[in-house]
Antibody
């Protein structure tokens, strides 16, 4: 069965960086992209970007461009999301999800499996 | 401020039918298909509806959804206490070149 298992909670000081991992299993890792979504306490979902596990192409939300780097390690079927120059506004639960797609003439995309989430707390 | 607009709350009594709306624009809902997610407190979101109106296996047919123009809606019939959760809509936004979400709707079963 498909599983995405994320790394544990992190505590960082303002200005620091954090790197969250997301280990996939139960499917061919290079077939689908991995997206990262975050959720601040009591808030909604915010898409941060995606990375193709096939060709390593990335697409970052404008808000995070220059501050985020998404990578994958196909040898371990693991995706990583690094966020730099952290502020208290970055305190959130960070999720990875698989971006499934299907279709022929047109393609349809959705997030069908999610990791359990990683709480990142930014505090001095 | 979320790109897609959802009512912050909705409620109903057991057995009732409730609907949750999701309003967007021509660059997102008017351009691409809509997906819906359900999230229970302290857990990760789960896919509820994909491609406007498709239910993944395991999702009961009490859940249905539709899309028209730049709006979408999720309907839950035969409301049950275990349906209490947050519901989010999502779509690809062609202008932003990224996924956008609604702010979420907290469903309360009275």
């Amino acid at each position: 069965q498909v599983q995405l298992v994320q790394s544990g909670a992190e505590l960082r000081k303002p200005g620091a960086s954090v790197k969250v991992s997301c280990k996939a299993s139960g499917y061919t890792f290079t077939t689908y992209s991995i997206v990262w979504v975050r959720q601040a306490p009591g808030q909604g979902l915010e898409w941060m970007g995606w990375i193709s596990a096939f060709n390593f192409n990335t697409n970052y939300a404008r808000k995070f461009q220059g501050r985020v780097t998404m990578t994958t390690d196909t040898s371990t079927s693991t995706a990583y999301m690094e966020l730099r120059s952290l502020t208290s506004d970055d305190t959130a639960v960070y999720y990875c999800a698989r971006e499934y797609y299907y279709g022929s003439d047109s393609y349809y995309y959705y997030f069908d499996y999610w990791g359990q989430g990683t709480l990142v707390t930014v505090s001095s | 401020q979320s790109v897609l607009t959802q009512p912050p709350s909705a409620s109903g009594t057991p057995g009732q039918r409730v609907t949750i709306s999701c309003s967007g624009s021509s660059s997102n809902i008017g351009f691409a298909s809509v997906n819906w997610f359900r999230q229970f407190p302290g857990t990760s979101p789960k896919l509820l509806i994909y491609t406007n109106d498709q239910r993944p296996s395991g999702v009961p047919d009490r859940f249905s959804a539709s899309k028209s123009g730049t709006s979408a809606s999720l309907a839950i019939s035969g409301l049950q206490s275990e349906d209490e959760a947050d519901y989010f809509c999502a779509a690809w936004d062609d202008s932003l070149n990224g996924w956008v979400f609604g702010g979420g709707t907290k469903l309360t079963v009275l």
